[in-house]
Structures are given as C-alpha cells and as structure tokens.
C-alpha cells in the first residue's frame, strides 16, 4: 500500500542537542518535536543562536551528537549506520544554504546536473531537468554561466535548483535569502516557494523574516529550545 500521502516526510521526537563552550555545557535544543507532511512548507522562525541552524543540520543528517529520534521517509536516521544515513539523504533531501556554495569553475547548468550524476540520473535526463527547472526560474539565458559571471540573486536561483534538481521530498533552507537585498530576496524567494510547490515537495526553512515566514504554509518557532 502507498502511504506516502499520509506519512509525514520527517518526523523529530524528543530532538536534544547540547555544545560545550568555554566548559559550560549549552543546551540548544530541549526536546522538539516536529512532523512536516508531504508538501507542507513550514518557516522555522527564531532569534539569532536559537537554533534554527543546528536544527536543519539534524534533519540534514549533516552532523551527529543529537539525542532523540529523527525520522526520515520512514527510517530512523540513528539506526542506520553513515553509509544509509547518505542514501536517506541522497533519496529524500535537498538543501539551499544561504550562500550559494555552487561549484565555481562550472557553469549553471552543470551545478544543477552535478548532484543528479551522483545520484545515478542518467546524463540526459540530468541536463533536461537542469535546464527545466533553471528556465522556469528566469534563467534560461544563463544556462552557460558561471557562478562569478552572475548577479546575487541569479547566483541564488541556481542554488534553488541544485537543491529540487534530484526531486527531493524535503528541501531543507536555511536563510536561502538571507544575504540578498529585500526586493531581491523577495522574488527570489516567491520563486522559490512556487517551484517547490509546483514539484509538490515539502520544505523546512529557516529565516529571521516573519513576513517571508508568512508566505509559507505553517510558522514554528525556536524559543528556549523548544518549538512552540
Ligand atoms: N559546533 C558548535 N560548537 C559550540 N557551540 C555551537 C556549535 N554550533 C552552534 N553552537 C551554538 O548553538 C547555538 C545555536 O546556534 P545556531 O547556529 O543553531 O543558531 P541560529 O538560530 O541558526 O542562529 P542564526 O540565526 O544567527 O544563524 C549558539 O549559541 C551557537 O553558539
């Protein structure tokens, strides 16, 4: 039976996370729970050093040192070993920082066809989605670009595409915007959340903006280490 459309994509129960600073020991996150369904684009709001960043890197299964459970498309992340825990990511994550980190020396389309290789798309198919998805983010004219041969915001854009461009069940962004100048940030940022809901993805983005976060489907927020 397919029980995708009921299942959230991740789901947090009792999520910890503590750093040693200084040899204090800082709790940042306190037992948050979380579930995102399936196509639900969900603001992580929060003041500065609340969290929100440590929290996406759980769900990105990007570091360890977290206590609780996180669940993604079904599986317990901490009960896999890393080899697993890279293909739940290949397999259901994407992921826009807020500075682009694209490849440098390639051009557009090849930052956004890059990540597909490596999750075994055929080359073709690879190339045709990079150039869907940069075309329906104006950036059909760019597709030979590198990143230091475009603006801020395009830089951007590119950016969002690499992060849908394996068709992820949950993009993951943290502040996607946060270094462009507001007008910018906002179209970009309309765009973004358009794409991601015309793929039918689910999305957990974090952002300091409580009127970007009001564009988004639900509004969480980070106090005290707990979601409220
Ligand atoms: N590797 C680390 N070692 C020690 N402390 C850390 C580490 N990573 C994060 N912290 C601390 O955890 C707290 C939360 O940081 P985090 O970056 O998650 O906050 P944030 O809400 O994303 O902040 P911002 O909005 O400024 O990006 C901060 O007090 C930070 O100093």
Known sequence: MNRRGVEPVVELKSLTRSFQQGGVKIDVLCGVDLAIMPGEIVALLGPSGSGKSTLLQAVGLLEGGFGGEIVIGGQSAEKSDSRAR??????????????????PDFDAREN???????AGTPRAEAEARSEQLL????????????????????QQRVAVARGLANKPDLVLADEPTGNLDEKTSDKVLAEFLSLVRGEGSAALIATH?????RKMDRVVRLHEGLLE
């Open 209 to 213: 903006n409580e009127r970007l976060a």
């Open 135 to 154: 075309t329906a983010l104006g950036l059909g004219h760019r597709l030979d670009h590198r990143p230091s041969q475009l603006s801020g915001g395009e």
């Open 112 to 118: 956004v066809i890059l990540p597909q290789l490596v």
């Open 86 to 103: 890279t293909v739940l990511r290949r397999e259901h994550l994407g992921f826009v920082y807020q500075f682009h980190h694209l490849l």
